[in-house]
């Protein structure tokens, strides 16, 4: 069996998104493509983003057909460990990726993911601006006892995924601490689980960040260390977990709707953002712009015959 990809970054986080794979979902839509992959072929995820043919820190899209006859597709993103609800870094980086293929160009494009639809706008320069599912702040000041850190307080936020966004604890955030972060924001997830403090309807907060001053040097009004689940860090700023920020940033009236913000990543890559809000009271629409570049196109093969072809896992 062959699978087809193209790959991209997207402020330094890759984006391998499956182009050809002789899998067709029984059914449109985002929600059934990942009930699909994730029930019955959980080894396209494993053989994509899992050593040999991947490492950690890739996000795989599984482009699909939508529900949504108004979007251009619809989109699965998986990583390491499993599938994401939606994912924005690989979001700008399928529209770089269908610009390049030629299947759209500069304008307006939705997308179906599973959290729900986003719409992506292709500028001339190859920059792309997303407009994201309604995102919110769930909790403030949410106090966790971290074994070897002590107490951490932190929101809880939706931004398309669940945040746990800690401001000025921890080791700090710069690109030499590295292991040093994804240490202590690991602890933070382990800790938040077992003393089963979640998202709304009991959801697993599955992504945490803390955040510092930006380093010098970078051009930002934050700079942030995300860590995904799967213990991978985000190379670029999350655009999801920007997105709980701006929700955090507005329900404290510290930024004003249409007020630009510049979130930097770990690796000094920057989104530019800004926020709508929604009638309902503390949602907003975050609206994060950033540029993908297509790094190279691959034929993956699956021998049958190689005991690694679904990737190496325990
Ligand atoms: O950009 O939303 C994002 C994201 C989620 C996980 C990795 N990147």
Redesign the pocket.
Known sequence: MTISVIDSHTGG?PTRAVIDSELTPPEPGALAARDFLSREHDWLRRALILEPRGFEAI?GAYLCKPTDQTCVTGVVFFNNVSY?N?????TIGVVAILAHTGEISVGVHRIETPSGVVTATLAADGSVTVNNVPSYRFRESQEVEVPGHGLVTGDIAWG??WFFLIQDQGPEVCFSEIEALTHFTSAVGQALTEQGITGADGELIDHIETFGSPNEGVDADSQNFVL?PGRAY?R?P????TSAKLACLAASGKLAEGELWKQASIIGTVFECQFLNLPEEGMITPIISGKAHITGKSTFVLDPEDPFKFGISP
Do not use: A, K
């Open positions: 986080e996000v994401l939606g994912c924005l870094h690989g398309g995924n995904c985000d670029s999350c655009g999801t977990g």
